[in-house]
C-alpha cells in the first residue's frame, strides 16, 4: 500500500462542541478509550475527510461511542446514517445521543451483529461508503463490510499510529470484490481506503462469529 499525504486542516464549529459533550457522555460510559475528548473528536473529522465526497446515506460498522458515525452525520448535512453495534447498551446511548444532537430525523440505529445484519436485503449492497473504527482486525472488518456496500462504495479504515506491511490481503479482498487499499495520512494519521469493485458473493459474511475465528487471512 503507498500512503497518500494530505493536507487538511480541522477548524471547531458548534456542531463540533456539541459533539464534545456527547463524547464526554460516552467517554464516562465506557466505549471511548482514554485521552481527550477533543482527540477522538479530532480523529473522527480526519476520518470522514477520507471520504472522497459526502455520500447521500453511509452505515458505521460497530458505531459504539459514536465515532466517527455521529460526527459524519453531523458535518455532512445532506447524508442518513445507518449506526450498527452488537451492544444494547452501546445502541441505547447512540439513540440518546442522536436525540441530544437533534439528528433523529436523520439516523437510524440497528442492534445487532454485523454478520447478520449484512444478510438484510434492506441494508445489503445499498451504501455508497461504510466507515470502521477499531471494529476488528482487517479481515474482519472487510468481510463484514463488503456485503453493505454498493458496486464503487468505498470502506474506510482506521489504521494503527504505526503503519505494518501485511495487514491487508490483495487475493483475499479481491474474493470480496474490493481493489486493494490504499493508505490515505492526514495530520498524521492513517486510514486505509478499499473500494469495491463489484458486489460481493452471497456467503460472505460468512455466519456469526466465524469471520473471527477463521480469518480469510
Given amino acids: 500500500m503507498r500512503p497518500i499525504h494530505l493536507l487538511w486542516s480541522i477548524s471547531m464549529t458548534t456542531w463540533d462542541l456539541e459533539l464534545l459533550a456527547v463524547l464526554e457522555r460516552a467517554r464516562s460510559l465506557g466505549f471511548l478509550g482514554p485521552g481527550p ?22 452505515l458505521d460498522l460497530g458505531a459504539g461511542g459514536g465515532v466517527p ?18 451492544s444494547e447498551r452501546r445502541c441505547r446511548f447512540l439513540v440518546e445521543a ?5 439528528l433523529h430525523d436523520r439516523v437510524t440505529v440497528m442492534l ?7 444478510h438484510d436485503p434492506e441494508l445489503r449492497g445499498t451504501f455508497p461508503v461504510v466507515l470502521s473504527r477499531s471494529f476488528g482486525p482487517p479481515a474482519v472488518t472487510a468481510e463484514c463490510a463488503a456485503a453493505f456496500l454498493e458496486p464503487g462504495g468505498v ?10 506491511d501485511g495487514r491487508w490481503n490483495d487475493a483475499a479482498l479481491l474474493s470480496l470484490g474490493f481493489d486493494p487499499p490504499e493508505v490515505v495520512t492526514l495530520d498524521a494519521v492513517h486510514f486505509a481506503v478499499l473500494r469495491c469493485s463489484r458486489r460481493t458473493d452471497d456467503r460472505f459474511p460468512r455466519r456469526d462469529g466465524v469471520p473471527a475465528k477463521r480469518p480469510l487471512w
Fill in 37 to 58: 475528548v477533543e482527540t477522538q473528536l479530532a480523529h473522527a473529522l480526519t476520518h470522514i475527510a477520507c471520504v472522497p465526497c459526502v455520500p447521500l446515506r453511509f
Fill in 69 to 86: 458515525g455521529l460526527v459524519a452525520v453531523a458535518h455532512w448535512p445532506g447524508s442518513h446514517a445507518v449506526l450498527i453495534d452488537a
Fill in 98 to 102: 442522536t436525540a441530544m444532537l437533534g
Fill in 112 to 118: 445487532g451483529r454485523a454478520e447478520v445484519l449484512a
Fill in 155 to 164: 470502506l474506510v479504515v482506521s489504521e494503527p499510529p504505526v503503519l505494518m
